[in-house]
Structure formats: C-alpha cells, structure tokens
C-alpha cells in the first residue's frame, strides 16, 4: 500500500510540475506578446507624432535595441541640421569701378572672376559709353548706382561705396554670407579667400582685411582700417548693422572717404578690423618681387595697384604677368608664393623657393630667420622718414654672398596619376651674379633653370614646408623637392 501511495504521489507531482511548466511557459509567452506590443506601439510613436524630434531624443536609449536602421536615421538628421562650409557661392563681390579705368583695368578682374559662377557687380558712377559695349561676359555684370540709395548726396564721389553696398544688399538672397568689397584694380585668389572665410562664423560680426604696407597711409588713415584696394570682407549681419545706421554715420563724418568711413562706422558700431596677412594694399612703387619672394606664411588672397607698380615677372607686360601669376593659382593655390628655404651644404648654398614666382639662389648659408624678410627692392609710397614700412627688409646691396641669382616661375605640370607638381624657373639675366669668394669653386653661375617638385593637396595649416636641392655639378638645371619638415629640424 505504501508503495502505490508513493507511486500516487508521484504521479500527482509529475502532472503538477507539467502543469506548472505549460502555466509559466503561457505566462512568457503572453508577457514576450505584450512587451512587444508595447514596444511597436512606442517606436511607431516615436517616429510618426508630430513632434518627432523631441520624441526621438527623449527614446534615444531605446533606438539601439531596435535595429541599425534607427541609428542611421539618427545621424542622418544629425548631419542634414549642420550648416554646409562656406564656399564660393555664399559670397558677394561688391567691386567699385568706373567708366574712366574700366577699359584698362578690367584685365585684372577677368583673370579670377568665374562666370556664372563668381556673385556680385561692378558698380559704376554712369552708364558704360559705346566703346565699353557690348559689355563683355568674361566681366562681372555692371549696375550704375542710383543716386536715390543715399538720401544725403552732398559728397557722391565719397560715399560711393556705401551706394553700391545698399544696391547689392538689396539684391542677395539670405544664403549669402559675405560681402567682399573692392577695387576694379584688385587681383583675388578666390579658393584662399574662400578658406580664410570658413574660419569665420557668418553669422556674427566681422571685418576682415588688411592694413597699407606703408607707415605713411596707416599713420594718415589708420593702422586698424581695412583698404579697400587689398578688398575685405563683411559678414552678412555686419552689413546689415552697417546699413542701418548708415544715414547717420554719413552725417557724422561728412566728407570721409570710403575706406575710412567704413572703418570709423563700423568701429563706433563696436565692430573691429579681423587682419589677415594674405591680403594686399600694396601701397608700393617699382619692382615689388622682394616683397613677392617673400611672402608672409599666410595664404595670398590679394594683390592691388598693378597700375603703378613694375609688372612683376621680366620681358613682360602688366596684363601679361598677372595671366602668368595666375597659371600657379590654377594648379596649386593654397601653396603660391608661400616660402620654402633649403641648403646645398656641399657647395654651401641656400634656396629661397616662393612657389608659383621665383626661386633665390644663395652662394652662402644664411638663416631662414634673415631670408623670411624681404629684399627692398621696392620704392615707398611716399617719400617720408623712417620706419617706412610695417614689415622689417633687406637693404639691395653689391654683395655676392647676400644677394641672390633670381628665378621666376616659367611653366608647370601637373601628375594628378602621381599627385605631384613640378615647376620650372628661368634665371632672369645668365652670368649676372659674381661668385662669392669664400664660395668661388662653388659659384651658382652655371644654374640656368630650377625645378621645384612636390605633392600636391597642400594645407596651410600644417605648418611650413622644407626641401631637398639635387644638383649634379655638369648640370644647368638645379632640383628643390618639397617636403615635410622633420621634427625639430633647424633651417640655419
């Protein structure tokens, strides 16, 4: 009896326990339904209420159970709320011209200006006469200021500009950033004035430019003005302050030219002058390659006043050089005229390479330190005492072992299968220079042409370059390869 009670009893646990596992089996099962259902209901939640993106970030934790999809979508949204970079169709170009120059001066526009491309007018005082029509299409489009822009007319001539900034913010839609003011004179290197602006946010107040190169202009305007010449550039808030306040500033200071009146609006509107070393009055007269052979380490967003200054490469005409210039900026931009200093210990020479311009070469070693500062071979604005000009120079004197044999830029090629550009340079006159005589076995006499060699997708912000120079002592040609600074490397 005992043993069919035990065998009983176990019969009754054995179905218990069956019962037990289909009960707890029913039970998950049902419970796995209703959270799954709870959990559909509140993703479908999530993604299709009305205010979505709230409810997205408040159900952020839960997206990552789900699947990669959500994360996707994530940062996707992420990506499409981040402002685009600027680039070149967020500027404006409000250039101020004339009937009188325009004929002559518009060879230096044409060279940088990218139709349908390029936004902005030149903005002349009266309509163009026969002999400027038809207007050409390689040339920014004109408008003629209106004398209605500015209700206080008593002095036209100086708030012209003021004229054609009121026109041409009248006339741009809310995706411009930047209004580039400048001259019909100026020479722009439009991929570096573009990075430069990228540094900057739009959307606050700001004043790029530059000041004169000689203490005389700064001293007579001032040395915190932006020169119109050089060009700078206004952020798109910053004009619309300027405007604003526009008919009283004009009151203020009647009689002020445009640069200046700019300058002194915008700094009793609180606004300060942002400098930027690429940007160039050039306040100068005569032959201005020193100052171009070396060029502050800053990308080169301008150039001015080619009228008035010798046309920078020889045997060529003004319009001619600044086409040649322009073949560098073409191929290699970030890099042109940007300094590279090397050393051939072996005959003891040092090389000064200003890409896309000229090539130095010395018959003695000198120190990166002494050649960074430009040869004056340049004249002063005006001829007043020193300090003349706001950089520091180097006298032009007779001396063989401190003066260079001189390069300048003749051709390049571009190896977009190997990323490398190579340049050549011609020597400017053969048998010009006399050997230096502690150096008189290793005169420089015999170097003809230099090529320079280097990679391409340059950045400026990496820091300077150095180089290698190759030379086989039978050759005329002497090779500069570009490269990468080592670590602590010394240019001395």
Known sequence: ?????????????????????????????????????LLFLLHTFAFNHPHKMITHKLFAPLEFTFSSSEISTSSSLQQTSREPPTNISHLFFVIVGSTKTWRSRRGYIEPWWRPNITKGHVFLEKPPGRDLL???????????????????????????????LHEAFNKVNKD???????????????????????????????????????????????????????????SYPTVETLLKNMEDCIARYLGVYSDLLSFRCLADLGIDLTMNKGIHQIDLHGDISGLLSAHPQSPLISLHHFDVINPIFPAMSRQESVNHLMKTAKTDQSRILQQTICYQRGNNWSVSVSWGYSVHVYQSVLPRNYLKRPLETFRPWKNVRIPVYTFNTRRVTNDPCEMPRQFFFESVVEDKNQSLVTMMYKVKTLGSLPPCLPNVNQSARNISQ????????????????????????????????IRACLKDEVLA
């Open 176 to 234: 411009t950033r930047w209004f580039v003011i400048a001259d019909d004179d100026t020479l722009f290197f439009l991929d570096n004035l573009v990075e430069a602006l990228e540094l900057y946010d739009h959307k606050k107040h700001y004043y790029i430019g530059m000041n004169s190169e000689n203490v005389w202009s700064n001293a007579i305007f001032s040395f915190d003005m932006g020169y119109g010449g050089g060009g700078y550039a206004l």
């Open 134 to 164: 038809p207007w050409p299409q390689q040339s920014p489009p004109f408008i003629v200021n209106k004398d209605s822009s500015i209700t206080n007319a008593k002095f036209k001539t100086q708030i012209r500009l003021f004229q054609s």
């Open 1 to 37: 009896m005992a043993f069919d009670n035990n065998n009983n009893t176990n019969t009754k646990l054995t179905k218990l326990s069956n019962i037990s596992q289909s009960l707890s089996l029913s039970t998950l099962w049902k419970s796995i339904a209703l959270s799954g259902a």
């Open 450 to 481: 230099v090529r320079v060699i280097a990679a391409t997708m340059h950045k400026m912000v990496e820091g300077i370059e150095c180089c290698d120079v190759e030379n086989v002592s039978s050759s005329e040609t002497l090779e500069v390869k």
